[in-house]
């Protein structure tokens, strides 16, 4: 077939030669993926996520922020008989319209309201603290647990032992044996409390180790930790999310629990506040000062359970699809 003819081109503009570029070949046309994009795209994409956020970084924000703004004395009104156990209705009655006052008025006169969200910044704290420093040994510790055979069989034994040993009972022990103080709780739940995370990453590390491209790297002579930070752990992310989402929450629980039987730190935290009002729970009129502490601890604990285990199922990559 006579091609000029037909479609009324010379032979130069029917055929040209291609140039031919190896890294030009090599390159696919896709659009780019960005894994934290995709993980934020999947968490917001379902509107409760948003809804639940929102709520924890209200949370959050006004504990630090409200305290830092008002001037809080718990014992400004020691001396006011008139100014103790007051229903919300009384203390608006009595000291007029004002927000300290909307949760009603505690055993010393002092703002429940007030006293809730001091205690909530204490007690957030603590947890933020403990979640960081455990995790974050934990992690480590768990990586090259679970990598290198010599560390397992030492770090083995140690689990063991140590983690037959109920936590709670450990963390009594060492509340006990120092004054109750802020940094006397963050030492006692950190003390042993990354060895449990450290043998679930150990867990992990032992199902992936031993894939192609680690042995590889180990024939290269690449490093134990190099191999275990850089090939292992950004594969875990969302198991490090999910484990981060019900530690963080535990810390809490343990706070209020050890404040609540008598032996949390002498800081008003949440738990000191929900121990100190024990008996308002049964008393009527008073049961403000009981149950307010008690929903505000429920409510940081659940939003921050809620989001971590959310933001951990949008950190699988198998969700990206």
């Not at 983690?163 to 022990?173: R, Y």
Request: charged share 15%.
């Amino acid at each position: 077939m006579d091609f000029t003819e037909k479609y009324g081109l010379s032979n130069e503009e029917l055929f040209a030669p291609v140039d031919h570029n190896d890294l030009e070949s090599e390159k696919i046309t896709a659009p780019r993926y960005s894994y934290w994009k995709s993980v934020f795209r999947v968490f917001f994409r379902n509107k409760v996520n948003i809804f639940v956020l929102a709520l924890l970084l209200f949370v959050i924000a006004f504990a630090y922020i409200y305290p830092s703004v008002t001037h809080y004395d718990p014992f400004a009104n020691l001396l006011d008989p008139n100014s103790k156990h007051l229903s919300p209705s009384q203390a608006l009655s009595y000291f007029g319209a004002d927000l300290k006052w909307i949760l009603g008025a505690g055993a010393s006169g002092e703002p429940t309201f007030d006293a809730i969200w001091n205690g909530s910044r204490i007690s957030i704290s603590l947890a933020l603290i403990c979640g960081a420093i455990n995790m974050t040994v934990g992690v480590l510790i768990g990586a090259v647990w679970g990598f290198s055979k010599r560390v397992d069989v030492i770090m083995t034994e140690v689990y063991n032992i140590v983690g037959n040993v109920p936590l709670i009972l450990i963390i009594s022990v060492m509340a006990m044996l120092f004054s109750p103080t802020f940094w006397t709780m963050v030492f006692a739940l950190t003390v042993v409390g990354w060895l449990s995370i450290a043998f679930f990453i150990r867990t992990q590390v032992i199902i992936i180790r031993d894939r192609e491209y680690n042995l590889a790297s180990k024939c290269l002579g690449t490093s134990t930790i190099k191999i275990a930070l850089k090939n292992i752990l950004p594969f875990m992310t969302s198991v490090i999310v999910t484990l981060l989402a019900t530690e963080i929450p535990s810390y809490i629980s343990y706070e209020v629990f050890l404040a609540y039987i008598g032996m949390g730190m002498s800081e008003m935290s949440l738990g000191r506040l929900i121990y100190a009002a024990e008996s308002a729970m049964v008393t009527p009129g008073w049961e403000f000062e009981f149950w307010s502490p008690v929903a505000i601890a429920s409510i940081i604990t659940v939003v921050l359970y809620v989001v971590g285990q959310n933001l951990g199922d949008a950190s699988d990559p198998r969700t990206h699809m």
